[in-house]
């Protein structure tokens, strides 16, 4: 018999890593800056172990009714994985490009990716999306975004 795990099993556990390894993190900080961080890490590790389990029960029962549909190919991982680098590079660019820059490139990007054809839509989403953050987090919150070196 073959061993299957679900993806929930593997994305749980990771989850959970990243969820201890970050509350560690806030150990070093303020006790008041720390409590929002500390709240909502214990909340995903929470939830990472309610996965984690379910993606056990889901692994059970794709070996009992031999299920494939279910099961994690390496199509559907280099998917996940491709779009989880491209969310990296974005996060990156945002220090060089500065985050309106960046977040164009990005939208611009993914929506292409998704299969919108029509450049002329994707151009004005993107650019009412970057509208739209500014109007409401630098004008009306006060809040700057990063510049970036070119920017």
């Known amino acids: 018999m073959k061993r299957v795990i679900h993806l929930d099993v593997y994305v749980s556990g990771i989850f959970l890593i990243l ?7 806030t150990l070093v900080m303020p006790s008041g800056a720390a409590l929002f961080p500390r709240v909502l890490l214990i909340a995903l590790f929470c939830f990472s172990i309610i996965t984690f389990y ?4 889901k692994s059970i029962l794709i070996v009992r009714t031999r299920n494939q549909k279910e099961v994690l190919t390496h199509s ?3 998917l996940s994985l491709s779009i989880l680098i491209v969310f990296i590079m ?3 660019s945002i220090k060089y ?3 309106f820059v960046s977040t164009t490139i990005f ?7 998704c299969g919108v054809q029509n450049f002329r839509k994707i ?3 993107a650019i009412i999306t970057d509208l739209l953050i500014y109007a409401l987090f630098v004008v009306q919150f006060n809040i700057f975004f990063p510049k970036g070196i070119l920017f």
């Open 76 to 78: 559907k991982l280099k």
């Open 97 to 99: 490009l500065g985050f």
């Open 123 to 125: 151009l004005i989403s």
């Open 90 to 92: 974005y996060a990156i």
């Open 54 to 57: 379910r993606g056990i029960k």
């Open 107 to 113: 939208l611009i990007g993914f929506l292409k990716f």
């Open 19 to 25: 969820s201890v390894f970050l509350y560690s993190k």
